[in-house]
């Protein structure tokens, strides 16, 4: 079965402190995986996809195919990091592809 | 703005009644995604258009659920006879599909529908 897995509802640290959200999927097949952020009060949005291989706002995701793991990672949290992460597969059915989401992590980071 | 719009933005309705949503996506973009979100999950895929192609159809999608993309432009999302359970926030998402798995999806704000 598809399925993406955040083990953390909340994640908690203070400012200046590494922060890592953690992902797990489960895809027989070759995945195409991506972080998308919710700031409060707006649209839910892509931060980053794993096929970029980019840095968006400090933030890094590396696919562990191994574990089957895409954790989201950032050396220094900022204030402003604080929102909703979620990770997502884009997972191959029959019909074609789908964006199927984790329940999400909430980061609070402190003063 | 010229991201994708839903309407309305906050739905009250009584158990028993049906509600329409709509959503307009961003205009070049060929695939429109609805999805469910409840407190404390995030977004279920619930079913998705290419085009004016309805492609899949969730299993959460009970009989009471239709949507429609005439002429591949703008969506509706209707649910029947509305019960307590469906009460959700309802997001559209839009994507062009152009870099097929890897695509961006852009979401709109969503509409939350409260049913008493």
């Known amino acids: 079965a598809q399925r993406v897995t955040q083990p953390e509802k909340l994640l908690s640290v203070f400012k200046g402190a590494p922060v890592e959200l953690k992902c797990n999927y489960s895809y027989s097949g070759s995945p195409e995986l991506f972080w998308y952020v919710q700031y409060s009060r707006q649209r839910l949005q892509l931060l980053l996809r794993h096929i970029s291989r980019e840095s968006i706002k400090g933030f890094t995701a590396d696919l562990n195919k191994g574990e089957t793991s895409f954790h989201l990672k950032k050396p220094f949290a900022q204030e402003e990091d604080s929102a909703m992460y979620y990770c997502?597969?884009?997972?191959?059915?029959?019909?074609?592809?789908?964006?199927?989401f984790g329940a999400g992590t909430r980061l609070f980071v402190k003063a | 703005d010229t991201g994708v719009s839903q309407d309305p933005r906050h739905k009250i309705t009584k158990r028993g009644q049906n509600v329409t949503f709509r959503c307009d996506p961003i205009?070049?973009?060929?695939?429109l995604y609805w999805y469910r979100q409840t407190l404390g999950q995030g977004p279920e895929f619930l079913t998705y258009?290419?085009?004016?192609?309805?492609?899949?159809k969730s299993r959460l999608l009970s009989d009471r659920f239709s949507a429609e993309r005439p002429k591949g432009s703008f969506s509706t999302l209707e649910i029947q006879r509305t019960e307590q359970g469906d009460s959700a926030m309802y997001l559209c998402a839009s994507s062009s599909g152009g870099r097929g798995r890897n695509e961006k999806l852009f979401f709109g704000s969503g509409t939350q529908l409260s049913v008493l």
């Open positions: 205009s070049e973009h060929n695939r």
């Open positions: 997502a597969l884009s997972a191959f059915y029959t019909g074609g592809f789908k964006t199927i």
């Open positions: 258009f290419q085009n004016e192609a309805q492609l899949e």
